[in-house]
């Protein structure tokens, strides 16, 4: 999970590059990448949204990264201090359709907040959103099953059979009255 949230980590970067390394020859090139982004364009189609060219693609990867020699990625490429941060970018065109089209119409106000909060990795964000995410989740399901004590709404109330009462409290008689027949119940 880690290196699917946080591809910009060493660790991430060595496993995805050897990922898309079919050759095993420590470069990647436009014909091993093209194989995965095949992938990427069916999957654009299918939700309707406009297709990126692959040359494009190869175009935007490499004015991202600069490598030494133009179409070909090494590793070392991928890890320099300048370039480790963005590096995550690369490996969710060819992987993550989602996380790709949300960096092709990124917000310039997030872009602003994550360059305000560098010490931060995509992986501190992505578990400080989920956070988040899951305490916004508990809070809503506490309002949903919170009940005005006053107005008792949300409770359940049903009235009890005669012969459910106990011997000797007036219900099975008749000298009890119907509300002293009622039982209120928790809705949990």
């Not at 290196?3 to 091993?32: C, H, M, Q």
């Not at 201090?81 to 990124?106: A, C, T, Y």
């Not at 409770?155 to 000797?168: K, R």
Request: glycine share 4%; hydrophobic share 35%.
């Amino acid at each position: 999970m880690l290196s699917e949230e946080d591809k910009a980590n060493p660790v991430s970067i060595r496993y995805w590059f050897e990922l898309i390394d079919t050759n095993e020859d420590g470069v990647l090139r436009a014909d091993e990448m093209r194989v995965f982004y095949r992938h990427q364009i069916h999957r654009m189609e299918c939700l309707g949204h406009e297709v990126v060219p692959f040359e494009d693609i190869l175009c935007q990867m490499s004015d991202l990264l600069h490598p030494e020699n133009e179409g070909e990625f090494y590793h070392k490429d991928f890890i320099r201090p300048d370039k480790i941060r963005v590096s995550g970018v690369f490996f969710n065109v060819l992987f993550n359709l989602s996380k790709f089209i949300e960096f092709e119409q990124r917000d310039p106000f997030l872009l602003r907040q994550q360059l305000a909060e560098p010490e931060l990795t995509d992986w501190d964000r992505y578990a400080r959103a989920e956070y988040a995410r899951l305490a916004m989740e508990e809070e809503s399901r506490d309002e949903d099953t919170a009940m005005d004590i006053d107005t008792m709404d949300g409770w359940y109330v049903s009235d009890e059979q005669e012969d459910d009462a106990p011997e000797g409290s007036g219900a099975a008689d008749g000298a009890s009255s119907s509300s002293e027949a009622r039982t209120v119940e928790a809705p949990f």
